[in-house]
């Protein structure tokens, strides 16, 4: 019997009786990270990364939930649990499971980047990795973040300048708060859209962030002129943007790596970053594992598990409802 099977519910520890990351509503859940593909509503008991706790507890509201450390283990019918760094999006947490001496690690999602507000991903040890692979095809090579942090200030500047305000999107858990970390607040004032700000203000109390306000219905076009606003991609062409007057549009996601992806969503400019791990970072994180079993369970799922068994990794993909964010539905979130 295999430790970690996969059910019509989620990923399911028969031993101990649990389910990683579960679609449906369940007795006893453990949880990767709060975005809304791993932490569904519905279970009755949760268990997740102590810095996830308030962040799923804002998204789901009253739930039953206990928050452990990073490398605390915690034992269920005899079968250890631990939750190591992902660096993803700040409490995203990988998940150990040891049963007999076997182990097995749930990835959710992870980077190998460094972001500044997350806790940097940690390789461990395993027999079998069970991976994401959003970006798992050669063409997807992320660039320093740091360069790309300094165009996006450079852009801001060059709208100040112009008395142009400038629009940045992206996912309001993980990227927002990403970009704001390394906005220069020296350019001016960075304003927010509603679940921006709230998503911010549960993560104030373990990061530091430059200050921001949130947009309301007293906030005249004249007071953001030349600043900078930060919202979730759906609001392009609402009535909430129209009212912010002349703007620059930026989003930021590893899609715009694409060709074409800046044009199909309709921005004027695109920043290349992205919280998955590129080509390079799967490979390397799955090396450093030392594991012989792959499974693979979102995005190019299956090029990305032959690539693998060429390289010599029992490797295969299991279908999943983890949604690898396409350049469609990033905008949803
Ligand atoms: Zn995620």
């Given at each position: 019997?295999?430790?970690?099977?996969?059910?019509?519910?989620g990923?399911?520890c028969?031993?101990?009786?649990?389910y990683?990351?579960?679609?449906?509503?369940?007795?006893?859940?453990?949880?990767?990270?709060?975005?809304?593909?791993?932490?569904?509503?519905?279970?009755?008991?949760?268990?997740?990364?102590?810095?996830?706790?308030?962040?799923?507890q804002?998204?789901?509201?009253?739930i039953?939930?206990t928050?452990?450390?990073?490398?605390?283990?915690f034992?269920?019918?005899?079968?250890?649990?631990?939750f190591?760094?992902?660096?993803?999006?700040?409490?995203?947490?990988?998940?150990?499971?040891?049963?007999?001496?076997?182990?097995?690690?749930?990835?959710?999602?992870?980077k190998t980047?460094?972001?500044?507000?997350s806790?940097?991903?940690?390789?461990?040890?395993?027999?079998?990795?069970?991976?994401?692979?959003?970006?798992?095809?050669?063409?997807?090579?992320?660039?320093d973040?740091?360069?790309?942090?300094?165009?996006?200030?450079?852009?801001?500047?060059?709208?100040?300048?112009e008395?142009?305000?400038?629009?940045?999107?992206?996912?309001?858990?993980g990227?927002?708060?990403r970009l704001?970390k390394?906005?220069?607040?020296?350019?001016?004032?960075?304003?927010?859209?509603?679940?921006?700000?709230?998503m911010?203000?549960?993560?104030?109390?373990?990061?530091?962030?430059?200050?921001?306000?949130?947009?309301?219905?007293?906030?005249?076009?004249?007071?953001v002129?030349?600043n900078?606003?930060?919202?979730p991609p759906?609001?392009?062409?609402?009535?909430?943007?129209?009212?912010?007057?002349?703007?620059?549009?930026?989003?930021?996601s590893?899609?715009?790596?694409?060709?074409?992806?800046?044009?199909r969503?309709?921005?004027?400019?695109?920043?290349?970053l992205?919280?998955?791990?590129?080509?390079?970072?799967?490979?390397?994180?799955?090396?450093?594992?030392?594991c012989?079993?792959?499974?693979?369970?979102?995005?190019?799922t299956?090029?990305?598990?032959?690539?693998?068994r060429?390289?010599?990794?029992?490797?295969?993909?299991?279908?999943?409802?983890?949604?690898?964010e396409?350049?469609?539905?990033?905008?949803?979130?």
């Amino acid at each position: 019997m295999p430790l970690l099977e996969f059910t019509s519910k989620g990923i399911y520890c028969k031993q101990a009786d649990v389910y990683l990351d579960p679609w449906r509503g369940v007795d006893k859940a453990i949880i990767s990270h709060g975005h809304s593909d791993h932490a569904r509503w519905g279970s009755k008991h949760y268990i997740t990364h102590e810095i996830n706790v308030p962040i799923i507890q804002h998204r789901l509201g009253k739930i039953s939930v206990t928050g452990k450390k990073y490398g605390e283990t915690f034992s269920i019918n005899g079968v250890q649990f631990s939750f190591h760094p992902a660096g993803h999006v700040p409490g995203s947490a990988q998940i150990r499971v040891e049963h007999k001496g076997e182990v097995w690690v749930f990835t959710g999602d992870y980077k190998t980047q460094i972001d500044g507000i997350s806790t940097p991903f940690e390789p461990v040890k395993c027999n079998t990795f069970i991976t994401e692979c959003t970006f798992g095809l050669p063409v997807f090579q992320w660039e320093d973040p740091i360069k790309v942090h300094d165009s996006i200030n450079h852009w801001w500047a060059q709208n100040q300048a112009e008395k142009t305000t400038s629009l940045l999107m992206g996912y309001s858990l993980g990227k927002i708060q990403r970009l704001l970390k390394h906005l220069d607040p020296s350019i001016g004032k960075i304003y927010t859209h509603g679940a921006t700000e709230q998503m911010t203000q549960v993560l104030r109390q373990f990061i530091d962030f430059p200050e921001t306000e949130l947009i309301t219905r007293e906030t005249t076009k004249k007071a953001v002129e030349g600043n900078l606003v930060l919202a979730p991609p759906a609001v392009l062409g609402s009535a909430w943007v129209k009212k912010l007057g002349q703007l620059s549009t930026v989003y930021a996601s590893g899609w715009m790596a694409f060709r074409g992806a800046r044009r199909r969503r309709a921005v004027d400019r695109a920043f290349v970053l992205s919280d998955h791990a590129d080509w390079q970072g799967l490979l390397s994180a799955i090396k450093a594992t030392g594991c012989e079993n792959v499974i693979t369970t979102h995005g190019y799922t299956d090029l990305f598990a032959q690539y693998l068994r060429e390289q010599g990794w029992n490797a295969r993909t299991e279908k999943t409802q983890y949604e690898a964010e396409t350049l469609e539905t990033a905008a949803t979130e």
